[in-house]
DNA sequence: ACCGGAGCCTGTTAGC
DNA sequence: TGCTAACAGGCTCCGG
């Protein structure tokens, strides 16, 4: 599932390969994986436009391109983009081909979008804030401050743990690194948002950024389907505190780790270790 | 403002 | 063994 580490290891891995590349076009296999522009419409606006930047907001993937275009992509569950030799077989799960333009002494290759539950989805756009426009703050950028975390928070009373999951909040945290931001902070995630003390949310603004930095030095968590562009594992997974390990014990303190669901989420944490 | 539930999807796993 | 049902969680939308 990825979320703000796995995609900014995608975007990451992706700059190499495409960055000054143009399509030549897209072959469309499950068109409502594009949200817009029509199909026809997308074919024609994407031909000949070169990939300026590749960039990443909250979970989006965001690719400049000239012409004035925008693509984004959203991985959701299952997604998976990769640039791979033109020449390899496609199997059934892979909706979205995009055509590049070859380029001397490289081997003819292509950008897939493989989506086996096709929750993914597409966008080119000219105005990427119609997309991005109402997503909270970044959580890595420097500007991203325990008073900015405390104002995202005021007037709202909200159970923390679907609180960290709101993309308008804060952007980019999933499951995996709500429940592992939690553990750090040692605060349970059934606690209501405004009783959380300024010590708390000091460690908790703490917390998340710790975990997030983790996750991407470990090029994210292969637990379902996540893998890199290159088909190979992340190392995240293996550095879970808590998440996905109910009744082994806290690395902490050895109590068996409690799973409940809220806001239809699976929850993991250490009941003696979080408040 | 906030919450819960349905819906979108398919592969994997639990249970009978 | 073989079937069905539940489960996984990114996000949006809807009704309360």
């Known amino acids: 599932m990825p979320e703000l580490p796995e995609v900014e290891t995608v975007v990451r891995a992706l700059r190499e390969p495409l960055i000054g590349r143009t399509f030549l076009t897209?072959?469309?296999?499950w068109p409502r994986q594009i949200v817009q522009p029509t199909p026809h419409e997308f074919k024609q606006r994407i031909a000949n436009t070169t990939i300026?930047?590749?960039?990443?907001?909250a979970k989006y993937i965001v690719f400049t391109l000239s012409n004035d275009e925008t693509l984004i992509v959203?991985?959701?569950?299952t997604g998976?983009?990769?640039?791979?030799?033109?020449?390899?077989?496609?199997d059934k799960?892979?909706?979205?081909?995009?055509?590049?333009?070859?380029?001397?002494?490289?081997?003819?290759?292509q950008l897939r979008f493989r989506d086996i539950r096709k929750f993914g989805r597409v966008y080119l756009v000219k105005q990427p804030e119609t997309v991005l426009g109402k997503l909270g703050p970044e959580p890595l950028e420097d500007s991203f401050t325990v008073a900015i975390l405390k104002e995202r928070f005021a007037g709202r009373k909200r159970v923390i743990k679907p609180?960290?999951?709101d993309q308008h909040i804060?952007?980019?945290?999933?499951?995996i690194y709500a429940d592992e931001a939690l553990f750090d902070a040692k605060i349970h995630p059934q606690r209501y948002s405004h009783t959380l003390t300024e010590q708390e949310i000091t460690d908790l603004h703490q917390a998340i950024r710790k975990v997030l930095r983790k996750g991407i030095e470990r090029e994210g968590a292969s637990i379902d389907n996540?893998?890199?562009?290159d088909g190979t594992k992340g190392d995240m997974q293996n550095a879970v505190m808590v998440f996905r390990r109910t009744e082994h014990p806290c690395y902490d303190c050895g109590t068996p780790i409690t799973r409940i669901v809220l806001g239809g989420r699976s929850t993991h944490f250490c009941q003696n270790c979080q408040h």
């Open 26 to 29: 897209a072959h469309i296999h």
């Open 52 to 57: 300026e930047a590749i960039n990443r907001r």
């Open 74 to 77: 959203h991985l959701k569950m």
């Open 80 to 90: 998976h983009l990769a640039v791979v030799p033109s020449s390899t077989l496609a």
């Open 93 to 109: 799960h892979v909706h979205l081909v995009f055509e590049l333009v070859d380029v001397p002494g490289r081997e003819p290759d």
């Open 163 to 165: 609180l960290l999951l």
């Open 170 to 175: 804060i952007a980019g945290i999933g499951n």
């Open 226 to 229: 996540y893998i890199k562009p």
